[in-house]
């Protein structure tokens, strides 16, 4: 079993990004392809981990490489782990209605099987958008 984790940027700076069609996209992709993990966007980042088998992991990551939407892909770590730390395909992203402190509440559980490595980045990043 593979897991990725890396962070990246919008192509689009200074343009809103519509995550609507992306999350659609990821969730069918990642079901097609058997990788489960986690996607955060801020609206100008995107902080993704990939599960799965090791070819499965590095399909989905080289379709994402060749998207045009993402430039500064930086590999933040890519491991053999024993098991999925995230069972189920999520994306987290804050919706026109949720508060600062739900959507951080939301991220947290959704990290509670995480290693402290991966919740931390991602607590990071969350942190990082907040104190901006």
């Known amino acids: 079993m593979r897991q990725l984790l890396y962070i990246s940027s919008s192509a689009t700076r200074g343009q809103p990004i519509d995550v609507a069609p992306i999350m659609a996209q990821s969730v069918r992709n990642n ?7 986690l996607l955060y966007t801020d609206g100008v980042r995107f902080l993704q981990v990939l599960e799965g088998e090791d070819a499965d992991v590095q399909r989905v990551f080289d379709r994402i490489r060749a998207d045009p939407r993402h430039v500064a892909i930086v590999v933040l770590h890519n491991r ?10 999520a994306m987290a992203k804050r919706g026109a209605n949720d508060s600062a402190d739900a959507f951080d509440a939301r991220m947290a559980t959704m990290l509670d099987g995480a290693s402290d490595a991966v919740r931390g980045t991602f607590l990071g990043l969350v942190a990082a958008r907040r104190a901006a």
Do not use: C, L, Y
């Open 31 to 37: 079901r097609r392809d058997r990788v489960t993990g």
């Open 80 to 89: 053999a782990v024993e098991a999925r730390q995230f069972g189920d395909w």
